[in-house]
């Protein structure tokens, strides 16, 4: 699970340690530079292994930049020689910041693509072997967006990202159907999360009522929950989508119907 010391990432950890997971999670654990709001620290991700240990699961930690392949194939080599196995990969470490597409620096449109769609492909070509190897399929789910399917004004950096990680998932269920490994996207509206609710998000959506209006759920909710995301990334992981791959699920309370 990466991402996972608070937000979307903790609650997905947590979920499938109830379902009877044992868990590796891993995040950056510091702020990045262009990025306009404080990213979870090691302190939450420590917390984040200690929920998982009270659903009495195993729990591995680790503080992991998912643009940093070697640290990622580490982290697969320390979870299969400590959990024995591994069946499921949870690709959702994911940023964001906010500029018309002619204005974003260099910078920002880097960090974005890089930790969003960059660090999904870096995560599952360290994962994608440990499974192959385990020789019983597996599953592997992408934290995409609405923004998967949609552009998204101020947020084209990220829309690009999110975009490109629906392609890389539909090309990687093609490459692993034959060895039972299945692979999906969920795609969230607005979550309260930190992501969702930060001060520069909030200010952009008050700068441009369209794209508020793009962004407004249809059902009668402001915003979507962790734990609604997460009941669907359970769902994609276990036998009872075992004939489901190469899908993107939204889980946005009927924003794309905007």
Known sequence: MTGAARGQGRAHAVALARAGADVAVCDLGRTLPTVPYALGSVAELGETAALVQAEGRRCISSVVDVRDAGALAELVEETVAELGRLDILVANAGVISYGTAW???????????????????????AAVPAMLAGGEGGAIVITASTASVKGLAGMSHYAAAKHGCVGLARSLALELAPHRIRVNCVAPGGVRTPMGTNTAMQQLLEQDPALAASLTAALPVDLVEPEDVSAAVVWLCSDAARQVTGTVLPLDAGTLLR
Request: glycine share 4%; charged share 30%; with cysteine.
């Open 103 to 125: 204005e974003l620096s260099e910078a920002q449109w880097d960090e974005v693509v890089d930790v969003n769609l960059t660090g999904v492909w870096k995560s599952c070509r």
